[in-house]
């Protein structure tokens, strides 16, 4: 009877392990999309003292990078995320700026917030807090936070952000939905907890479509030329 007890309990706990495991893997999978190369389209707001200021983008990504276009104080934009790290480059310059997982993209809204392709090469698991909680933990070192508890919640997930010293200063909440017949994330809000309280920043999905264009393309070298994938 002991001996049952001990084996259904460890059953039990493997079992926890297993469903939070997944809990990670699921939210990673459809941050990028399940891998397939998307284009979406939707709202980028900035919210400071309750006064929203909207602005379109539109954003191609798949597993190896995302591409994020939009208009930044009167100035059209490419933001890149690949395996080489993280661009920036303005219509008007010749060349693209290497920046940091922390450069701020808008509001409070930094690169490793709406930029990181693919969490499983940001994090790994490294607690189990519950079945439905975990904390994780950064792989990469151009990734803005040491730590982050990402949790299932009734409109999607939540994660927030810890940095070095232990300090939770940012929370992300990512509300899923059904967009063009793809699942994804219908809004995206990120909240700062201890520096600028008073900004969110949010994107919003109206539109996602498969697109289909070669993935070698998606290089600093080649930023000025991304430019025409967004300008008709």
Do not use: C, W
């Not at 994020?68 to 059209?76: E, I, R, S, V």
């Not at 395996?83 to 997982?101: C, R």
């Amino acid at each position: 009877m002991y001996k049952l007890i001990i084996i259904l309990l460890l059953s039990f706990i493997s079992l926890g392990e297993l469903h939070s495991q997944n809990l990670f893997l699921e939210f990673a999978n459809m941050y990028r999309g399940d891998g397939k190369q998307l284009k979406i389209e939707g709202d980028l707001i900035n919210i400071k003292n309750n006064i929203e200021t909207p602005e379109p983008y539109s954003m191609i990504k798949n597993k190896d990078y995302t591409l994020l276009y939009f208009t930044a104080k009167n100035t059209k934009t490419l933001f890149l995320a690949n395996t080489q790290g993280f661009f920036i480059q303005g219509k008007n310059q010749k060349s693209p700026l290497k920046i940091s997982g922390s450069y701020t993209v808008t509001g409070s809204a930094n690169t490793s917030d709406v930029m990181s392709f693919d969490y499983l090469a940001d994090y790994k698991v490294k607690n189990i807090i519950s079945a439905n909680e975990v904390e994780l933990s950064r792989i990469r070192r151009d990734v803005a936070y040491n730590e982050a508890i990402l949790k299932r919640a009734s409109y999607g997930y939540t994660i927030d952000f810890i940095d070095n010293s232990g300090k939770t200063i940012k929370r992300g909440i990512y509300k899923t939905g059904t967009v063009s017949g793809h699942k994804g994330f219908q809004r995206m809000e990120f909240h700062n907890l201890i520096i600028n309280t008073n900004m969110v920043t949010v994107y919003t999905t109206t539109k996602i479509e498969n697109a289909n264009i070669a993935n070698s393309f998606f290089r600093s070298e080649n930023m000025g030329r991304l430019f025409l994938l967004f300008e008709k």
